[in-house]
């Protein structure tokens, strides 16, 4: 059985910083890891992902460049790292594995394992 499990997530004031961790326990076939988050009343959107082709990770994108998103191969680990912290970030941030390519990186569709989501709450 394949999941996803995060970590990390908790409450910060603004301009602060927070690094969400993902690992992956069994098999997962994938071409993209991803973040996703969910503020209440809205629509899921993509914040972070990395495209792997061949083994290796081929492209990272992040909606800000106040986020980075990197991977630890042993571990089975994916981290979003999250800095200048602000309110409008706050929502359940999600990690995914999926096929997605660079032209869908951020497409929910292409995702087909969700973690349980952590929350992230930055106070002002």
């Known amino acids: 059985q394949v999941q996803l499990v995060e970590s990390g997530g908790g409450s910060v004031q603004a301009g602060g910083s927070l690094r969400l961790s993902c690992t992956a326990s069994g098999y997962i076939y994938s071409s993209s890891m991803g973040w996703f988050r969910q503020a209440p009343g809205k629509e899921r959107e993509g914040v972070a992902a990395i495209y792997i082709r061949d083994g290796t990770v081929q492209g990272r994108f992040t909606i800000s460049g106040r986020f980075t998103i990197s991977q630890d191969n042993a571990k089975n680990t994916v981290y979003l790292q999250m800095n200048s912290l602000k309110p409008e970030d706050t929502a359940m941030y999600y990690c995914?594995?999926?096929?997605?390519?660079?032209?869908?990186?951020?497409?929910?569709?292409?995702?087909?394992?969700w973690g349980q989501g952590t929350q992230v709450t930055v106070s002002s």
């Open positions: 995914a594995a999926g096929v997605a390519t660079i032209a869908t990186m951020f497409e929910e569709y292409e995702y087909n394992n």
